[in-house]
Structures are given as C-alpha cells and as structure tokens.
C-alpha cells in the first residue's frame, strides 16, 4: 500500500463548478501537508500549504485537513478553464528544509466551457 | 530570482548511451532533490542533498544513476548506460521552509 493515495482522474467539471480533489494517507506522522498545481509539460507549483487538521482558505481554493481520518481535501470555488492541470498532494513529517515530500500520483482536472 | 534552472529540457538519446541531466538551484536553499515522474508511478524521489552531501539514495533505481552536487549552486544526475524505461521527466527542486520549487523538468526519451 501507498503512503499517500490519491484519484488520478481524469475529472471534468464545467466552468463555474466547485471542484474537491482528496488524498489520503497511512502514516500518521505526517504534519505539513501542501497541494500543487501542475500544468502540462511543466514543472509543480506549490499550491496551498497547512500544518495539522484544520482549514486554510485562499481566493477560490480551500485546503483542509483531518487527521484523524487521513484524509485532506482541496476544494476549488467557481472553477474556470485556467483551473485545467494536474493536482498533487505532498505531505512531510516535519518542518526541516531537509525532510523529504511524499506526493501522491495526482489528480487532472478539466475544467470546460 | 531565477528559480530552479535545469537543462537540457529535452533528451534524446540511444539506449546504452550515457546520459548527463544537470540542475541549478535557487541561490540560499541548502537542500536539493531529484525526482523522476512518469504516468504509471508518478512523482519518484530518486536522492536528495542538504548542504551539498547526499543524504538519501534510497530511490535511485540502479547501479546506473549516480548523481552529485559538486557545490552549492550545480548538481547532475548521470544515466550510464541508458535503457529505454529510463525515459520519463527528471525534475530537480530546491527546498524552502514550506515546500520545494521545482525546475521546468527534463525529458528524457531512449530508444
């Protein structure tokens, strides 16, 4: 089993649409948890960055957190084309420059007129 | 800032040819990694470097990849010899407090 999984999709939704992209995960030491963007034939962008369970609101984009289920959501308001890309979730146990992500398989969204 | 410089964006090489992927850091970010992605695995850590010394190798595949950072601002991942399931995108990221910012990505095809 994965330490971190997550549907690859492909998810289309159309314009306008609230869009939830999850990841689950096993190992319970993981604190920092980040989502990133990831267009075709492009590097990822870190996204949205939470320490521990809760929420965090950015714009249109919503992380949150539940620890203690596992699971963390990335919920994306009034989509829009520009949306369209490869979501990834990441999650480390601690805080370090040095502590290594482990990212999840990703998600494509797309995102239609 | 530039951001994470990698070159070449795009290889193609014969398979049992040596293969030279090259990565320049973000000036100040102590700690360099190396992943591989492709669709079936997705992102793959392969090594990563803090302070320029290798702390985890554990990803990398085989014998044929070896990687350095020979100092701070340069660090190479080297295929020898190539084989056709090495063809993927290598990225190289530098971390900050909050999460990495990655290069634009090799691609690398063997045929």
């Known amino acids: 089993q994965k330490e971190v999984e997550q549907d690859p999709g492909p998810l289309s939704v159309p314009e306008g649409a609230i869009v939830s992209l999850n990841c689950t995960y096993s190992?319970?030491?993981?604190?920092?948890f980040m989502w990133y963007r990831q267009y075709s034939r492009k590097g990822p962008e870190l996204l949205m960055y939470?320490?521990?369970?809760g929420n965090k609101e950015d714009g249109r984009f919503t992380a949150q957190v539940d620890k203690s289920s596992k699971y963390i959501s990335l919920f994306i308001r009034d989509s829009q084309p520009s949306d369209s890309a490869t979501y990834l979730c990441a999650m480390r146990r601690n805080t370090g420059t040095a502590s290594k992500l482990t990212f999840g398989t990703g998600t494509r969204l797309q995102v239609t007129l | 800032d530039a951001g994470v410089i990698q070159s070449p964006r795009h290889e193609v090489t014969e398979m049992g040819q040596e293969v030279t992927l090259r990565c320049k850091p973000i000036s100040g970010h102590n700690s360099l990694f190396w992943y591989r992605q492709t669709m079936m695995r997705g992102l793959e850590l392969l090594i990563y470097f803090n302070n320029n010394v290798p702390i985890d190798d554990s990803g990398m595949p085989e014998d044929r990849f070896s990687a350095k950072m020979p100092n701070a601002s340069f660090s190479t991942l080297k295929i020898q010899p190539s084989e056709p399931r090495d063809s993927a995108v290598y990225f190289c990221a530098a971390a900050g407090n909050y999460g990495y910012t990655f290069g634009s990505g090799t691609r690398l095809t063997v045929v």
């Open positions: 190992n319970s030491a993981f604190q920092y």
């Open positions: 939470t320490y521990s369970s």
